[in-house]
């Protein structure tokens, strides 16, 4: 029987990536470890483009990537990660989700994270930002980085 697979947070992809950042072994050791135990690993387009968008800006820890080192990042990660596809009905997911009162402004894009995680049967993120997604207690679970 399989592992259960994890869902992987733009946050993961940024530090696992980003060799300065204080979280670059903790993300590189999470995401070794959940391969080792044979746990599909997925992302989403929404987290390609969300990394695309952190990566090329400059940062106060960290300079902008040149657009083509992020382009060939984005690349492997499609190779690497299971990609989750956007389909029409993850929307009626993600209004479901919102109507429930799960977040509305800022909130949207971690809402959609999780509309695309169930209509994809993933219950696991793997994110350096629980906070943001503990009000999703009751329907995922939280994988620590460490």
Same mark, same amino acid.
């Given at each position: 029987?399989?592992?259960?697979?994890?869902?992987?947070?733009?946050?993961?992809?940024?530090?696992?990536?980003?060799?300065?950042?204080?979280?670059?072994?903790?993300?590189?050791?999470?995401?070794?470890?959940?391969?080792?135990?044979?746990?599909?690993?997925?992302?989403?387009?929404?987290?390609?483009?969300?990394?695309?968008?952190?990566?090329?800006?400059?940062?106060?820890?960290?300079?902008?990537?040149?657009?083509?080192?992020?382009?060939?990042?984005?690349?492997?990660?499609?190779?690497?990660?299971? @990609? *989750?596809?956007?389909?029409?009905?993850?929307?009626? +997911? $993600? &209004?479901?989700?919102? /109507? =429930?009162?799960?977040?509305?402004?800022?909130?949207?894009?971690?809402?959609?994270? @999780? *509309?695309?995680?169930?209509?994809?049967?993933?219950? +696991? $993120? &793997?994110?350096?930002? /629980? =906070?943001?997604?503990?009000?999703?207690?009751?329907?995922?679970?939280?994988?620590?980085?460490?």
């Amino acid at each position: 029987m399989a592992a259960d697979p994890v869902f992987i947070d733009t946050n993961v992809l940024i530090y696992a990536t980003r060799r300065t950042a204080s979280e670059h072994a903790a993300a590189q050791a999470a995401l070794a470890r959940l391969e080792g135990e044979g746990r599909g690993l997925w992302i989403s387009f929404q987290m390609l483009r969300e990394y695309l968008a952190a990566v090329t800006r400059p940062q106060t820890a960290a300079p902008a990537l040149p657009i083509g080192t992020a382009i060939a990042d984005v690349q492997r990660f499609r190779q690497v990660f299971h @990609v *989750a596809e956007d389909r029409p009905v993850m929307l009626d +997911r $993600l &209004l479901a989700l919102l /109507g =429930a009162h799960y977040g509305a402004g800022r909130q949207v894009l971690d809402t959609n994270i @999780v *509309a695309t995680m169930l209509e994809h049967g993933i219950h +696991r $993120l &793997l994110t350096f930002n /629980g =906070a943001d997604f503990r009000r999703f207690a009751r329907i995922i679970e939280l994988e620590p980085p460490q």
